[in-house]
């Protein structure tokens, strides 16, 4: 974390006198626990989330402080998870499951894209879907190609899904309280590279982290540079780096990624007139492919460079080459050097 | 399936795992030590929402033939299966459907227009347009969304029935599928789910025999498909599912157990697809004539109207002047739906989130104040 991120959530609204050091886990364990303690239709199911707590412990103690019937270890399916949390949606209940890593979510794509998030629609709001589904995504943790896929184009192609990606703890805790109390379903992807290697101050209080608000935690005037998750951090490196270089790069963590806020983006870009996008999910039709679009369609007059994405390569993610396949800084500075001297 | 003390002792649990419980013979003769006592008024409401069933499902498909609708799903054959499950659930009891059951919704008293407004996809169907023909909802009837992925509602059904449980209503889940259905990935998840946390969940499998082109025994190397329960450790029984009163027996001891915390059950309703699968669908391609010539003898509205003709509640008479009822309603809400226009172009815009978000309501601009498609909606 740098001292401009950390800077700007001094300013973020709802921030109590009470602060505990926190990690992205104990931040999201921490909003789980505190809307549960608030809200009775909260329960959470999912692969050893009970009484293991989680393989990466995030639900860690939860099943202790609310039982095994609002803390529920289910059998080992990914559609029965996604197949029985709609139907607790569907029935008044506020479910929050855990898909155990990003990579395993498929088996129940089908109830994630054609139900939880055609429900609303295809009834005429007769029936709404209100759940968050957490997911571990991201690589960086030496997990090979299925314990480090970020899917999260697959699901914003498919209309009626929100999807989110925190990239600091104090987010993930206001974000996941949100989407709990989100009328819509949300996914919410959490990326494990950041899980424990970031602690800062996070209220004990509850508070919210309004949905569909990128944040500027870098200001500049040469170029943008937009990230989100782990990736945020590689991109805010890059930046450090580049200053050195007499650039001033402005570097936006979308936090939300479906819907967009585009508003934040384009003001940023007709001031620096310059873009690059950083993701670690492949390129090819990645989000940096449609946000590309949308500033083309947007703000086409104001650019001066063509811009670029610093992304995964479109291969399988690698087990050995892992850092050769993310877009550290490395990669990214060269990019924001060449698109500012455009 | 060892009879539960909290139940009084019925016919269904002394039959065993393979036998197929039936109480009328073909021509409507209940079997007297099997006969769950319905009073006649409730077995008449069955017969008629069977019969009206029927008739919308005739007039139908004879709209799609003349292109008046787009497409149908109808229930020929298996009207008991759908409507006298439906009657032997309590109304706050969650119907999940597959798509061939609206019989069920309408049993329940959703209204013909609702159902007809659907089936036109006009700006008064409560979908909006957004789905093709027989893809109904029914909220006010506890009927869920249908939706045309195989076997999805019944992982979300076991998700119902386990919120009942947990908010301790006393409300089970029947969930309709087809045979073809055992084969998807939610039919095991669920079985296993509603099995392992025992939710008040009834699997309502209606073998039809017929997977569209895949016969019964190809879809399943099972000697019955009720042996599946044993795998997932969950009670299943075997009924008559052209028998309206066996499957109001069987459905109404199994709804007892659920909400009685004993757990589901899987019911394999052995029926009969009489018509084809869709409107789009020939099945002359697939099956004989003299198969379907065979089950039209084990026809469910005939056999019920026999048992009631014995009863002496029930002539001629009386099936002319219903008749005539359904054929008026239908004509009314046929012409209703047909002078209703479409649904409005921004609508098609809302309902994907809660709150339009803004790149929504620029495509609903764009959409509302550019060219018109050529062909009329």
């Not at chain 1, 989110?164 to 709990?180: Q, T």
């Not at chain 1, 492919?289 to 993610?317: N, Y």
């Not at chain 2, 009084?8 to 099997?34: H, M």
């Amino acid at each position: 974390m740098t001292q401009a991120t950390q800077g700007n959530h001094a300013k973020d609204p709802g921030r109590s006198a009470e602060a505990a050091t926190m990690t992205m886990v104990t931040a999201i364990n921490d909003a789980l626990r505190s809307e549960m303690r608030t809200d009775d239709r909260v329960v959470v199911l999912g692969e050893d989330v009970g009484v293991e707590g989680g393989v990466f412990r995030v639900t860690a103690g939860l099943q202790k402080e609310f039982g095994s019937a609002r803390v529920v270890d289910t059998p080992l399916s990914e559609t029965g998870i996604i197949g029985a949390a709609i139907g607790m949606a569907l029935g008044g209940l506020r479910p929050v499951p855990e898909i155990q890593f990003g990579d395993f979510i498929f088996p129940a794509f089908d109830q994630l894209v054609n139900e939880a998030a055609k429900y609303r629609y295809r009834s005429g709001g007769e029936y709404t879907c209100p759940m968050v589904v957490r997911v571990p995504v991201g690589g960086g943790i030496r997990g090979g190609h299925y314990h480090s896929q970020s899917p999260e184009s697959l699901f914003i192609h498919n209309a009626g899904l929100k999807v989110v990606c925190p990239s600091n703890p104090y987010d993930a805790k206001g974000m996941l309280i949100s989407a709990i109390r989100d009328d819509d379903p949300v996914l919410f992807f959490e990326p494990k590279r950041v899980y424990r290697a970031l602690k800062m101050e996070v209220p004990s209080d509850s508070y919210t982290v309004e949905l569909g608000r990128a944040k500027v935690v870098r200001e500049g005037e040469q170029v943008t540079c937009v990230s989100y998750g782990a990736m945020l951090f590689e991109a805010l490196a890059a930046a450090e780096e580049v200053k050195a270089e007499g650039i001033e790069t402005e570097v936006i963590d979308l936090r939300t990624l479906w819907p967009l806020d585009m508003a934040t983006v384009v003001e940023s870009v007709k001031k620096t007139g310059r873009l690059v996008i950083v993701h670690e999910a492949a390129k090819a039709c990645g989000l940096g492919a449609e946000l590309v679009s949308l500033i083309c369609e947007k703000a086409f007059l104001h650019l001066e460079a063509p811009p670029q994405r610093v992304t995964g390569w479109d291969t399988p993610f690698p087990y050995t080459l892992e850092n050769e396949y993310l877009p550290l800084a490395h990669r990214i500075a060269p990019a924001l050097i060449e698109t500012a001297r455009y | 399936m060892e009879v539960q003390q909290s139940h009084p002792p019925s016919a269904i649990a002394s039959i065993s795992g393979k036998e197929v419980f039936t109480v009328l013979d073909l021509d409507g003769r209940a079997d007297p030590t099997r006969d769950p006592g319905l009073e006649l008024a409730k077995v008449e409401r069955i017969y008629k929402a069977m019969l009206r069933t029927r008739m919308i499902d005739t007039r139908l498909m004879k709209l799609q033939r003349q292109g008046r609708v787009g497409f149908h799903v109808g229930a020929e054959g298996e009207e008991a299966a759908i409507v006298a499950a439906a009657a032997a659930m309590e109304d706050h009891d969650w119907l999940m459907p597959c798509y061939r059951e609206v019989g069920a919704a309408l049993y329940r008293d959703m209204p013909l227009q609702v159902y007809i407004d659907n089936m036109y996809g006009n700006q008064n169907d409560l979908a909006l347009g957004r789905q093709m023909p027989d893809h109904v909802t029914g909220r006010d009837q506890h009927f869920g969304s249908v939706t045309a992925p195989i076997g999805t509602q019944i992982t979300q059904a076991v998700g119902l029935a386990w919120a009942a449980m947990l908010k301790e209503e006393q409300r089970a889940v029947g969930v309709y599928f087809g045979d073809g259905a055992t084969s998807s990935n939610d039919f095991h998840a669920a079985m296993n789910f509603a099995a392992v946390f025992k939710t008040p969940t009834l699997f309502l499998l209606r073998n039809n025999g017929w997977a569209i082109s895949v016969p019964s025994s190809q879809q399943s190397a099972a000697e019955t498909y009720a042996d599946k329960g044993v795998g997932y450790g969950m009670r299943a029984v075997r009924c008559d599912g052209n028998d309206a009163l066996a499957v109001y027996a069987t459905v109404a001891e199994a709804r007892a157990r659920a909400v009685a915390g004993e757990g589901p059950t899987l019911i394999e309703l052995v029926t009969y697809r009489l018509g084809p699968h869709t409107t789009s669908d020939d099945p002359t391609v697939y099956r004989d004539k003299e198969e379907v010539e065979r089950h039209q003898k084990r026809d469910p509205v005939k056999r019920l109207r026999r048992y009631l003709e014995r009863q002496g509640v029930w002539s001629d008479e009386a099936e002319q002047a219903f008749a005539a009822e359904v054929d008026a309603e239908l004509k009314r809400a046929i012409e209703k739906a047909e002078a209703t226009p479409p649904p409005s172009i921004a609508s098609m815009f809302e309902d994907v989130f809660a709150e339009m978000p803004e790149h929504l309501r620029e495509q609903q601009r764009q959409c509302v104040e550019g060219p018109r498609a050529r062909k009329k909606h």
